[in-house]
Each structure stands twice: as structure tokens, then as C-alpha cells.
């Protein structure tokens, strides 16, 4: 059960960005449910781009100014919220730049957090991901949720994806802050520096990595309540994380905007669209207040 104390930590406002494409139906449905278990205002908020819906589309395409582009957008967006039983607001706005319009509304309506989608499979998918996702990955103050998966319910497996660092530390108690009660797995990727080493020495380099993890946790202010289990394994972040979290089920993964060992280089650089693009689960990133260790 969610305490007073803990339901005032929760974001009261989440802004869903949505291009109104089949993709952010799913982003939509995880908004939705997000508000509805934190008890809060979503707002819907669509960057008029005539290519992303087939209405706008057509209407572009007779010439429609942006007034007429704007009312089909928003019928479109009405129609999509239409089954949200949450208070849901509509913001509508014409931009070339994606990414500050997004933050510069997050920031109008003091957004808690900024939902989003990718597609996997598709071309336009694939350079949404690689540039907007990218941009609100630098850009936004707030934690950025990108949604992959159908929403079937609460997020119940939930991973954050640590170096030991202050970033990894922000990440944590983000989680434990907007999940509360949940059981989080802290999850560290022993990347040694020689491939082909024994058994031995592999052994020995977790056995290091497990001790800093304790060292870790025992430095963090956990609440009381906190239930967080270490995992510490051999491997590369890309390719360990993914294994991780399909054999486990994992429903999200928390990951801090960067860290001492790379994490900045993963999340805001080329790897980040592989590795948001492999990870088969929602993926939260979350950024470290300016002044910030």
C-alpha cells in the first residue's frame, strides 16, 4: 500500500509525447496506467508533423494550413484518450524542433516524467530513436520513460542497471521513489579488461565487483522498506543487460544518465540506440540534478 508520504513523492503530472503514429498507442496505454496508479494528471502533448498520421497526412497534402492541421491532430489525439478514464489534457504545438518543444512543455506544465515510444522495426522507428529519444535523453531535467512493450499492468520486475557511481546511486532511489514497495534487482555488468581469462580470474573480478556493490549499498540512503537485490555478472553492458532481462522476465530498467564507467557514453552517444533498441522492456532513463555528484 502506497503511504501519504510516499504519494506526494510521485510525480502529480506526466506529459506523454505522442507523434499519434501506431507505435505511441503503447506509450499511451503505460501513461495511462501510470496516472492512474500514482493518481495523476496526464497531458498529451503532439508536435504537429504532417508525415507522422495518415489524417494530417492527406490533409497536408490538399494544402491545409496549419489551423486545419492542428483540428485534425487534436480530433485524432481527443479520439485516443477518449477510453482514458484519468484527467487528461490535450496540448497541441507547431515546431521544427521536437525535442525543446517537448521540454519546453514538461517544463510549462511541471511534468514529473516524459513518456515516449519507439518502433523496432520500422525505418522512421528507428530515426525517432536515434534523435528525439537521444535529445530528451540530454535535453530533459525529468526521467524519461520509453516504452516498448503493451502495458498488462503494474511494472513488477524491475531493474537498475548500476556502476556504483552517483549517477547509478540517483537512479535507485529514483526507482524505489516512483515504485514504491516493489522489489528492484541493482544490476552490475563486470566488464574485465582481457578477454579469454580462467575461470579463476573471472571469479575473482565478480567476487571485486560484489564488494564495491556492498560498499554501494551500504553508502545509500535506502528506505527501510527497500527490498533491492544485487546481481553482479561477467560481461558488457550491451550484451549481459540484454541477456539479463530476457531470461528474467524483466518489465523495466532503470539506468542513470551517466556514470564512471561509461553509462553517459551508452546512453548519450551511438550505443544508446542500440542498447535502448535491443533491451526487450520499457526503459527508464534518469538524469542527475545539475550539481550533482
Given at each position: 500500500?502506497?503511504?501519504?508520504?510516499?504519494?506526494?513523492?510521485?510525480?502529480?503530472?506526466?506529459?506523454?509525447?505522442?507523434?499519434?503514429?501506431?507505435?505511441?498507442?503503447?506509450?499511451?496505454?503505460?501513461?495511462?496506467?501510470?496516472?492512474?496508479?500514482?493518481?495523476?494528471?496526464?497531458?498529451?502533448?503532439?508536435?504537429?508533423?504532417?508525415?507522422?498520421s495518415p489524417d494530417q497526412t492527406l490533409a497536408w497534402i490538399r494544402g491545409a494550413?496549419?489551423?486545419?492541421?492542428?483540428?485534425?491532430?487534436?480530433?485524432?489525439?481527443?479520439?485516443?484518450?477518449?477510453?482514458?478514464?484519468?484527467?487528461?489534457?490535450?496540448?497541441?504545438?507547431?515546431?521544427?524542433?521536437?525535442?525543446?518543444?517537448?521540454?519546453?512543455?514538461?517544463?510549462?506544465?511541471?511534468?514529473?516524467?516524459?513518456?515516449?515510444?519507439?518502433?523496432?522495426?520500422?525505418?522512421?522507428?528507428?530515426?525517432f530513436l536515434g534523435s528525439t529519444v537521444e535529445s530528451l535523453a540530454r535535453a530533459?531535467?525529468?526521467?524519461?520513460?520509453?516504452?516498448?512493450?503493451?502495458?498488462?499492468?503494474?511494472?513488477?520486475?524491475?531493474?537498475?542497471?548500476?556502476?556504483?557511481?552517483?549517477?547509478?546511486?540517483?537512479?535507485?532511489?529514483?526507482?524505489?521513489?516512483?515504485?514504491?514497495?516493489?522489489?528492484?534487482?541493482l544490476y552490475h555488468a563486470c566488464a574485465l579488461a582481457m578477454s579469454g581469462l580462467?575461470?579463476?580470474?573471472?571469479?575473482?573480478?565478480?567476487?571485486?565487483?560484489?564488494?564495491?556493490?556492498?560498499?554501494?549499498?551500504?553508502?545509500?540512503?535506502?528506505?527501510?522498506?527497500?527490498?533491492?537485490?544485487?546481481?553482479?555478472?561477467?560481461?558488457?553492458?550491451?550484451?549481459?543487460?540484454?541477456?539479463?532481462?530476457?531470461?528474467?522476465?524483466?518489465?523495466?530498467?532503470?539506468?542513470?544518465?551517466?556514470?564512471?564507467?561509461?553509462?553517459?557514453?551508452?546512453?548519450?552517444?551511438?550505443?544508446?540506440?542500440?542498447?535502448?533498441?535491443?533491451?526487450?522492456?520499457?526503459?527508464?532513463?534518469?538524469?542527475?540534478?545539475?550539481?550533482?555528484?
Amino acid at each position: 500500500m502506497t503511504t501519504a508520504s510516499e504519494h506526494r513523492a510521485l510525480p502529480r503530472r506526466l506529459l506523454l509525447a505522442t507523434d499519434l503514429s501506431a507505435r505511441c498507442d503503447r506509450a499511451l496505454d503505460r501513461a495511462a496506467q501510470l496516472a492512474g496508479e500514482w493518481q495523476a494528471e496526464l497531458v498529451a502533448l503532439n508536435v504537429l508533423d504532417p508525415t507522422a498520421s495518415p489524417d494530417q497526412t492527406l490533409a497536408w497534402i490538399r494544402g491545409a494550413g496549419d489551423e486545419e492541421l492542428l483540428r485534425v491532430a487534436r480530433q485524432r489525439l481527443a479520439r485516443d484518450l477518449a477510453a482514458v478514464d484519468i484527467p487528461a489534457t490535450l496540448q497541441l504545438v507547431r515546431s521544427e524542433n521536437p525535442t525543446a518543444a517537448i521540454r519546453e512543455t514538461a517544463a510549462r506544465t511541471q511534468a514529473g516524467l516524459v513518456v515516449t515510444a519507439v518502433s523496432r522495426n520500422e525505418t522512421l522507428g528507428r530515426i525517432f530513436l536515434g534523435s528525439t529519444v537521444e535529445s530528451l535523453a540530454r535535453a530533459l531535467p525529468q526521467p524519461l520513460l520509453v516504452v516498448h512493450h503493451r502495458a498488462s499492468g503494474p511494472y513488477r520486475r524491475i531493474l537498475v542497471a548500476s556502476d556504483f557511481s552517483g549517477p547509478s546511486r540517483h537512479a535507485l532511489l529514483a526507482a524505489l521513489r516512483l515504485f514504491p514497495g516493489r522489489e528492484l534487482i541493482l544490476y552490475h555488468a563486470c566488464a574485465l579488461a582481457m578477454s579469454g581469462l580462467s575461470d579463476a580470474l573471472s571469479r575473482a573480478g565478480v567476487g571485486v565487483a560484489e564488494t564495491e556493490c556492498a560498499a554501494f549499498m551500504a553508502a545509500t540512503p535506502l528506505p527501510e522498506e527497500a527490498k533491492v537485490y544485487p546481481v553482479v555478472e561477467c560481461g558488457t553492458i550491451e550484451s549481459a543487460l540484454t541477456r539479463y532481462v530476457r531470461e528474467h522476465d524483466i518489465d523495466l530498467v532503470v539506468m542513470g544518465s551517466h556514470g564512471r564507467t561509461g553509462l553517459m557514453e551508452l546512453l548519450l552517444g551511438s550505443t544508446a540506440a542500440r542498447l535502448l533498441d535491443w533491451l526487450p522492456c520499457d526503459t527508464l532513463l534518469v538524469r542527475v540534478p545539475p550539481g550533482s555528484a
